[in-house]
């Protein structure tokens, strides 16, 4: 869109996450070699809700829940160990409360 920006990028396993100034893009590669690629754009002011589950101490993945209007599951993106979910958390606070 006219005037926006990605801030803030996160590679994960085969998907990515994408914060622009307006919204969250999140990419979701399918199928056995990813050629099939879905792109689903959520305005930030559709997000409800969002939960993150930080890694254990033997787990490496942490997990984001979004939660939007009008739908009662929420959708889940894994994070590996090289992102710090606790900054993704932090990102997503900020974008709501614009």
């Known amino acids: 869109m006219n005037g926006e920006q ?3 990028a996160y590679r994960l396993v085969r998907d990515a996450v994408l914060f622009t100034n307006r919204r969250p893009i999140l990419i979701d590669k399918q199928g056995l070699f990813g ?3 879905e ?10 809700r969002f939960s993150v589950e ?4 033997f787990d490496l993945e942490a997990e984001l829940k979004l939660w939007t209007s009008g739908m009662s599951n929420p959708i889940q993106k894994t994070f ?4 710090n979910i606790y900054e993704v958390q932090g ?3 900020e974008y709501m409360g614009r």
Do not use: C, D, F, R
Not at 54 to 57: E, M, P, T
Not at 80 to 83: L, R, T
């Open 39 to 48: 792109y689903l754009s959520i305005p930030y002011k559709s997000v409800v």
């Open 6 to 8: 990605i801030e803030h």
């Open 35 to 37: 050629k099939k690629v």
């Open 91 to 93: 990102l997503l606070a």
């Open 54 to 57: 930080s890694a254990g101490h």
């Open 80 to 83: 590996g160990k090289a992102v």
